[in-house]
């Protein structure tokens, strides 16, 4: 049964792991990003448009990224060009998203697209227990797998990445090093908007099939809590995304062995946990990064 | 993002059986209207409130499809407003209606129950009409409410699950234990019991009655235990057929008419078909015959009274002419006076009696079932 | 502005609602209706109550996005004291109970959150934004469960409150009392934060905590007092649209307004006048989404879009910094 909510929570997680990863690049770059949530609608009900017009679940996936960089550059627009605190600009954005895509989405509701297939990977799907967990999945699972330590690489590794981390450290420092913050910052939240795009298509057109109003339930918003909550790290940052993940599981898994379970505790389990863990990495006084949240000067 | 309850009930594909529908000229499958069988004299504007999306291919487009068959009607004139949350927005909503003209108002949510009781008093001018609830206590003389005896054609399409199923367990995806859903589980299993004695019900509630997240890995969970038939009580089915189709497994609809998406997954399902009981009510309203009449009351459609306007579904290919002989004369036998779904002894999970021997629980009884039934695997929450 | 409004004329006209639709919705809907008014009155109840909760920790330099799971813990204490007062008491100490219980819950969900900020650092625009799924699943726990009204056919919704319990309403309206108690805080809120040393000390916390502390101020009891108190107001709004108009607790009933009012209120920089202003005008966009879904034929969504769109337009279009 362990194996079985693993293997569910890494699946379940992975729609919240491209998100997650997204947010953290926003934050590193020095932004906090609520409109998430709004990125993953735009995602997901591109991502169900263009998987019914061309047939397939990758162009599904890469409209999806699309349209999360369509919506990041609204935001993007609104806080790092026209100085728009950030909090309520995410907000701003959310809510524009759910109306747009519940409008647009109505013809869309319910229709079915075909989502990607398991490919077990031969071999190391034999391994006991950690097979089952780890490589029975479809693609884009593998693919966040790969995806964790290239972001890692990419942001600890790479002098973009130092100018990523730099912008949201010490922007005046990028400027002055003859760098522009403003556009390093432009540039990290359209490369985190593919990500929550690429999350929120998967959840649509990867795992479930088809298009449904406000189908992203809060899941950005966890995203947003679940790269605090890792402290700003990026393996700890995947580790939340599939813990998450493995929370929702376990409440149908012990459901569907029977066991009597508070359905409403389960619910609320994962925010709590979630907030505990954040209240116990904070009270550690992890650095965060130091010009996070605050608007580069307005210009 | 936010649950949001209520978005009740509902089901699947129209058909076959709408002949029986006493009131009703509308053969074939809902949705496609315009042959409704309606004689207006005196014309009048129509305005119906949903909870949900009107294309949300459940219980609010069959609304949505009742409405567009009401707006064919020569002499009706047709509103509608969607996406309205159970809480004083749904009297903005009405009052918005009332303000253009609307003379009949049909709120069809269980949540808009107290909403629209108090509409109708405050406008007497204005007839209102609830979908869902049963009510006990007095009337004004513009306000009905009405319903159909959901259990019954699940029980059918029950009947069909535990005929198909190879591994004797089937599926049930819910998402709060209301009453309706206790209900439809009961039914549900008892009618797979009737064709397969060896058969246990596996339930999982979602808390949200549209989170495909949830629904998916319910799904996923459930076909993990060997389940290899699902049925579900969630507001948008989609998800659940789609993730039941590609396993290879096999669905009884409780929603729209989804036997396209399901192709070969499907077995049977149950489908509202409101519009021919509405266009009587309409007709009755516009004769100015309303105060007074059935409709006037708690009105309730039952297979008994060949009324129900939830009905059973097309047979899939996978429910062989046995079995589907075997449903119709259930069919029949619940169209009896005094049958029901519910007849003793039945027993709670702990073993209690819920109906006792030789007992039928009537309507009013159903509704207060507050136990899953012995064969039922899986808990309601419980304090 | 004018830029935001196009935006959404041109949206609408993709949707099939041509401007004239909406000179329609607009001039039959709302400018000749007579009950407009009295239906934004309603609405504006919680949402100024919710758009104060996000102003008076903004003054100490917190961001409550907790205003929607405050609302809610408001709601489920009144309703709690609500049901189990019933007829006992006279109406006005049932009344004032359930504002004092509403503004001990919210202001309790909302002190947490500034407690975990003070204590541990944990940030407060996360933690109260997850605070408001927890709210979420409390009230729902309490609906389909202990509370679940004996009634009601299984559905998830409390006891009725007794009629005692409910405010009355304005004479010749359809708006409660409500409404004026709102006004009482909105004008409690400007004073407290404009005229008092408190509300100076506040300023003071929020501007340069740093400073702030060096001068012996107690920054710390002074972050967690303003978001308390925040929180407290949202508590206030959900106990006062329950008891001045719901009557009755029910999963939906303060669906998306503590989000509403938080825009209303980071829209108007921290100024009391101006959030309760905003929290109106929203108020009356929201019910303004009838007339536009019945006389133009748009989605019932497409209200956000049109909220989305003017927020963009002052967020942005703005020369100057939001808060």
């Known amino acids: ?299 | 993002m936010i649950p949001n309850p209520q978005r009740k009930t509902t089901a699947a594909v129209g058909a076959a059986l709408t002949a029986m529908f006493v009131l009703s000229a509308c053969g074939g499958d809902d949705g496609d209207g315009g042959d409704l069988d309606a004689d207006i004299e005196n014309p009048l504007s129509v305005g119906l409130v949903m909870v949900g999306s009107e294309q949300d291919a459940g219980y609010n487009q069959a609304v949505a499809d009742a409405a567009a068959e009401l707006d064919e009607i020569e002499g009706v004139d047709v509103v509608t407003a969607d996406q309205i949350p159970e809480n004083n927005s749904v009297t903005d909503t009405m009052q918005s209606m009332a303000d253009q003209g609307v003379e009949v108002i049909f709120a069809t949510s269980y949540g808009y129950f107290d909403y629209a009781l108090d509409f109708a008093e405050e406008n007497p001018e204005v007839t209102v009409l609830h979908q869902g609830g049963f009510h006990s206590g007095d009337f004004p003389e513009n306000f009905g409410t009405y319903w159909g005896a959901a259990y019954e054609p699940v029980s059918l399409g029950g009947m069909a699950a535990g005929g198909v199923t190879e591994s004797d367990r089937i599926g049930f995806v819910y998402a709060f234990p209301v009453a309706q859903s206790i209900a439809n589980i009961n039914g549900f299993h008892l009618g797979a019991q009737q064709v397969n004695p060896d058969v246990s019900t596996h339930v999982i509630n979602t808390s949200d009655w549209c989170d495909p997240v949830r629904q998916q890995d319910a799904v996923r969970s459930l076909l993990n235990e060997d389940v290899d038939v699902f049925s579900q009580h969630q507001d948008c089915q989609s998800t659940v057929i789609q993730a039941v189709e590609e396993a290879g497994e096999h669905i009884v609809g409780y929603h729209y008419d989804a036997v396209d998406l399901a192709g070969e997954a499907w077995l049977t399902g149950s489908t509202w078909n409101w519009a021919p009981l509405m266009s009587e009510i309409v007709e009755t309203v516009s004769v100015d015959e309303f105060t007074g009449s059935e409709f006037n009351d708690n009105w309730l459609g039952t297979f008994a009274e060949g009324n129900n306007p939830l009905e059973l579904g097309t047979f899939g290919d996978a429910v062989d002419e046995d079995l589907q002989n075997q449903i119709l004369e259930e069919e029949e036998r619940l169209s009896q006076e005094g049958e029901s779904v519910f007849s003793g002894p039945i027993l709670c999970q702990d073993g209690s009696e819920l109906v006792a021997e030789g007992e039928v629980a009537t309507y009013e009884e159903v509704n207060e079932f507050d136990c899953l039934i012995e064969g039922v695997v899986g808990n309601l929450a419980q304090d | ?323």
Not at chain 1, 1 to 26: C, D, H, K, Q, R
Not at chain 1, 60 to 84: D, S, T
Not at chain 3, 141 to 162: A, F, I
Not at chain 3, 238 to 261: H, K, M, S
Request: hydrophobic residues 55%; aromatic residues 8%.
């Open chain 3, 1 to 323: 502005m004018p830029a935001a409004l196009a935006a959404f004329i041109l949206f609408a006209w993709t949707q099939e609602a041509t401007p004239l639709d909406l000179w329609d919705a607009l001039n039959q809907g709302v400018l000749q209706n007579a009950t407009f008014i009295q239906q934004t009155l309603v609405r504006a109840v919680p949402l100024v109550l919710a758009a104060l909760a996000v102003v008076i920790p903004a003054r100490a330099g917190l961001v409550n996005v907790g205003g929607e799971g405050q609302l809610i813990l408001g709601a489920v204490a009144a309703t709690g004291l609500g049901v189990a007062v019933g007829s006992s008491l006279p109406g006005p100490f049932s009344w004032l109970l359930c504002i004092l219980i509403g503004a001990m819950a919210g202001g309790l969900w909302g002190g947490l959150c500034g407690a975990l900020k003070v204590w541990f650092r944990a940030p407060e625009p996360v933690t109260t934004v997850l605070a408001n799924f927890i709210a979420i699943s409390i009230m729902l726990y309490l609906l389909y469960q202990p509370w679940r009204d004996p009634e009601g056919t299984g559905q998830p919704q409390s006891r009725p409150l007794d009629t005692a319990a409910m405010l009355p309403m304005i004479p010749g309206s359809r708006v409660s009392i409500a409404i004026l108690v709102v006004v009482g805080f909105a004008v409690l809120v400007w004073w407290l934060l404009a005229r008092t040393n408190w509300g100076f000390r506040i300023r003071v916390t929020g501007g340069n905590p740093e400073a702030a502390r060096r001068s012996g101020l107690p920054t710390a009891r002074l972050s967690i007092a303003s978001i308390g108190l925040g929180g407290a107001m949202a508590g206030i709004g959900g106990a006062l649209n329950l008891i001045g108009l719901e009557g009755q607790l029910r999963p939906d009933i303060t669906i998306g307004f503590g989000f509403v009012a938080f825009l209303a209120a980071f829209l108007a920089r921290g100024s009391v006048v101006k959030a309760a202003l905003l929290a109106l005008l929203f108020s009356a966009i929201v019910v303004a989404s009838n007339p536009l879904q019945l006389r133009a034929g748009l989605d019932g969504s497409a209200v956000y879009v049109l909220l989305g769109c003017l927020c963009l337009g002052m967020a942005a279009l703005s020369r100057r910094r939001t808060v």
């Open chain 1, 1 to 299: 049964m362990i194996e079985i909510i693993f293997a569910s929570g890494i699946a379940v997680g992975t729609a919240l792991l491209f998100p997650s990863l997204g947010e953290l690049i926003n934050q590193r770059a020095g932004v906090t990003n609520l409109g998430t949530e709004g990125g993953m609608l735009g995602g997901a009900l591109a991502g169900v448009i263009a998987g019914l017009a061309t047939g397939s679940a990758w162009w599904g996936l890469a409209a999806g990224a699309l349209a999360g960089v369509a919506v990041a550059a609204i935001f993007a627009w609104a806080v790092v060009l026209r100085g728009g605190n950030q909090l309520a600009s995410g907000l701003i954005v959310w809510f524009l998203m759910l109306g747009l895509t519940s409008v647009i989405g109505r013809d869309y509701v319910g229709q079915g697209v075909t989502s990607l297939s398991t490919m077990p990977i031969p071999v190391l799907a034999e391994i006991p227990f950690l097979g089952r967990v780890l490589f029975t999945h479809d693609p884009l699972v593998y693919g966040g797998f790969l995806a964790i330590p290239l972001l890692w690489w990419f942001l600890t590794r790479t002098r973009a990445g130092l100018k990523v981390r730099a912008t949201g450290e010490r922007p005046l420092v990028v400027d002055a090093a003859g760098h522009s913050a403003v556009r390093t910052q432009f540039t990290a939240l359209l490369a985190g908007g593919a990500l929550t795009g690429l999350g929120g298509a998967y959840l649509s057109v990867g795992q479930v099939g088809n298009w449904s109003t406000d189908m992203t339930n809060g899941y950005g918003f966890v995203a947003v809590a679940v790269v605090i909550f890792s402290a700003w790290r990026v393996g700890w940052t995947a580790g939340g995304a599939y813990l998450f993940g493995a929370m929702i599981a376990t409440a149908s898994v012990l459901q569907a062995r029977g066991f009597a379970v508070n359905q409403h505790l389960l619910d609320a389990l994962p925010y709590l946990v979630t907030l505990v863990v954040l209240v116990i990495i904070s009270a550690r006084r992890v650095q965060q990064p130091e010009a996070l949240s605050a608007a580069l000067s307005t210009r």
